[in-house]
């Protein structure tokens, strides 16, 4: 039986690593906008909608998209790259929560909410695969393990930062901190995460 790992001939970067180290900080900014983001849709979806009702909607329209918008961005990750895939998905939901946070009415943050649905499918479908691409099939479990605690680490202090803005400023300043949290994963991804699929 063949070792998958001898169809690997370059070893990638150890897991705790100064190389790793920028691919284990997306999570966990994803993390951190995530938990903030936990704590603030469903109170402002619950101000402009009036109803609990409508908060439930709201949530069924944040993971709608991810049911189609995953496989697309699987097979773009395959064809462009994990790269490109990562930053167009954190883009888009940074885009769309900045949004939100401007909206005075239901129906435009509930479209809103639709497309930073999309943007996490391709998120995380492509930091996935960027992460499988980083590990072997030695370290895999691992690495998985350190994705998960770094982005829960993140949605662990989300929340508390989220108050934290909510209390000093208002609703609104909590969707600018996430989308903020967007521009630090782009910044990383672009310039200090390499690609790690030839297409």
Not at 98 to 114: D, I, V
Not at 129 to 158: C, K, Y
Request: proline share 6%.
């Amino acid at each position: 039986m063949t070792d998958l790992n001898e169809l690997e001939p370059e070893r990638p970067p150890r897991l705790l690593s100064r190389a790793a180290l920028p691919v284990f900080s997306t999570f966990f900014l994803w993390g951190f906008g995530t938990g903030a983001l936990w704590m603030v849709r469903p109170l402002t979806a619950f101000d402009l909608g009036g109803s609990v009702f409508l908060v439930g909607v709201v949530a069924a329209f944040s993971a709608a998209p991810r049911m189609f918008g995953a496989p697309l961005a699987g097979s773009l990750a395959d064809r462009v790259g994990r790269r490109p895939v990562v930053v167009a998905g954190a883009v888009l939901h940074g885009v769309a929560v900045a949004g939100q946070a401007f909206t005075t009415s239901y129906t435009p943050f509930l479209l809103l909410e639709f497309i930073s649905g999309f943007g996490v499918a391709v998120w995380v479908t492509g930091s996935s695969a960027l992460l499988a691409d980083f590990t072997r099939t030695s370290n895999r479990g691992r690495g998985v393990a350190l994705r998960n605690t770094s982005q829960r680490l993140g949605i662990l202090a989300g929340p508390l930062a989220g108050g934290i803005f909510a209390a000093i400023f208002d609703l609104q300043a909590v969707f600018l901190f996430i989308a903020g949290t967007k521009v630090g994963v782009v910044i990383i991804s672009w310039f200090l995460i390499a690609e790690t699929h030839e297409p």
